[in-house]
């Protein structure tokens, strides 16, 4: 796996990790409410049975998604100077190339040289296996 498919790969796990504790509130707002009804029915048990289980499972996905996006984290926090800060920008900040531009004050071509650099030293980084990467 390349540095940018590392990078954007972070970039899903934080999307599927918000979406999983999105998830898990809804679900235990519908697991309150069905608790609380005063004379729930066999059927309504199994639904909070498995409302249960179903946040349990998600809940554990969501915080191995969590886990590995704090290890690619700390990786892109590695990479000094404006190269690190335009990753930081755009893969966990999830800034648009003109943010990214306007924030370094610098333009296009230079960010772009920089972003490839800083890709480069992530991939050394990946490559030296200084950091255990999951795939």
């Known amino acids: 796996m ?3 498919e590392y990078l954007e790969r ?4 934080k999307r599927v990790h918000k979406r999983n504790l999105a998830e898990c509130k809804a679900e235990a707002y519908l697991i309150k409410q069905l608790q609380e009804t005063p004379a729930p029915s066999t059927l309504d048990a199994h639904q909070v049975q498995a409302a249960i289980k179903h946040t349990k499972n998600t809940l554990e996905k ?18 000094p ?16 190339w003109e943010q990214i531009c306007e924030s370094v004050f610098a333009s296009w ?15 050394s980084i990946i490559d030296s ?7």
């Open 2 to 4: 390349d540095a940018k």
């Open 129 to 135: 296996n200084e950091y255990q990467v999951e795939s």
């Open 109 to 123: 071509p230079c960010v772009r040289i920089h972003h490839q650099r800083g890709l480069e030293k992530i991939q």
């Open 10 to 13: 972070y970039a899903e796990l």
């Open 81 to 96: 100077d404006i190269e690190g800060k335009i990753l930081r920008l755009r893969y966990i900040e999830c800034l648009t």
């Open 62 to 79: 969501s915080k191995a998604a969590d886990l590995e996006a704090k290890k690619v984290a700390a990786i892109v926090e590695s990479v």
